[in-house]
């Protein structure tokens, strides 16, 4: 008996329909979405099978689309997923049950403000089916093979009756489903947070130990030469230096136009802030005592101008004192 109503019917449906193929919009809605946004539809739907097109026509901009079945079942879907990436999510759900499907369109990664389209189709003469068909089990899907100018037509000839819901409208199952998966999340990064912090620690550590090491080798350097020997940014520098000062590792001390950094258990010495020529001077000064500025030149192979030069600066910086013509160390029995 059911056979003979449902055969009767559908003949009475393949007269009705001379176009039964054709597809039929049911509901599209054009909307505005920021990143990290949730947009929330509901439809109604009594096809067997029905397509879900999500457009936003800009590949920088990524959506995603996720499907709620009314039995429980959810896919996500993004754009790629028919093999192109144009702004473009075309999906056909086949094996549906009737019933009211949702759906979720996400925000993953917009700038600034992203319009976009969302249409939801079902073809007529597949509703017989249903007649004969009934799906107990989670949906299957596959990309939809449209082309770009029919799917444009579609959206702009449809009429915009699509209802947005609000999170707290949706099925319990839903609202479980979706909770339960930030929960999820969350604990995950509860659970991976110690180890994300001992490596954050360990990283620090060594970039510190980095530092005390080369201002324990050369004592006396500016910052901008130990920025230069460890490569590491100003900035960076300057943090880290100002926690190893802080906790008493290092002294620094602003001389001769630079600030220098020492270990904190070495005295400061201006000597130590020396570099290049005025370095060997002062090393020839130690080993041989007083000189005249024409004896250094001879022994470092310079003019007598440039040795002059130099030691006029470092006798401002109060390293040397000049007695007559000859020069020694400032403060030392060597004078």
Not at 97 to 114: A, I, L, S, T
Not at 205 to 211: G, H, T, Y
Not at 307 to 314: P, Q
Request: glycine share 8%; hydrophobic share 40%; aromatic share 12%.
């Amino acid at each position: 008996m059911r056979l003979v109503l449902s055969l009767g019917l559908i003949f009475a449906l393949l007269l009705t329909h001379a176009a039964a193929a054709k597809e039929i919009g049911i509901k599209t809605v054009n909307d505005y979405i920021k990143q990290g946004e949730s947009h929330w539809y509901t439809s109604y739907v009594t096809s067997h099978t029905f397509d879900v097109y999500l457009v936003w026509n800009n590949p920088s901009s990524s959506l995603t689309l996720t499907v709620y079945s009314p039995d429980g079942f959810s896919k996500t879907y993004s754009d790629g997923y028919d093999g192109r990436i144009d702004g473009k999510i075309r999906v056909r759900i086949a094996d549906a049950m009737p019933g009211y499907w949702f759906f979720r369109v996400y925000g993953e990664r917009v700038d600034g403000v992203q319009r976009y389209s969302l249409a939801v189709y079902e073809a007529k003469l597949l509703l017989i089916f249903l007649l004969l068909t009934y799906p107990v089990s989670a949906f299957s899907d596959q990309p939809v093979n449209i082309s770009d100018e029919k799917l444009q037509k579609i959206l702009e000839e449809d009429d915009a009756n699509e209802i947005r819901i609000t999170f707290w409208d949706l099925p319990l199952w839903i609202k479980v489903q979706y909770i339960l998966g930030i929960l999820g999340g969350l604990i995950a990064v509860w659970k991976l947070l110690p180890v994300v912090i001992a490596k954050f620690r360990s990283f620090l550590s060594s970039k510190r130990l980095q530092i005390l090491n080369v201002v324990a080798e050369n004592p006396g350097m500016s910052i901008a030469e130990l920025e230069r020997a460890l490569e590491m940014n100003r900035s960076t520098l300057r943090y880290y230096l100002r926690q190893l000062e802080g906790e008493g590792l290092v002294n620094t001390v602003r001389y001769g136009g630079s600030r220098c950094v020492f270990p904190a258990d070495m005295p400061f010495e201006p000597s130590y802030s020396l570099k290049g020529r005025k370095k060997d001077i002062l090393e020839l000064l130690k080993e041989n005592g007083r000189m005249t500025a024409k004896e250094i030149a001879g022994r470092l192979n310079l003019s007598v101008k440039t040795v002059l030069y130099h030691l006029s600066e470092m006798e401002e910086l109060g390293i040397i004192i000049k007695d007559g013509k000859k020069y020694g160390l400032h403060c030392t029995d060597k004078i």
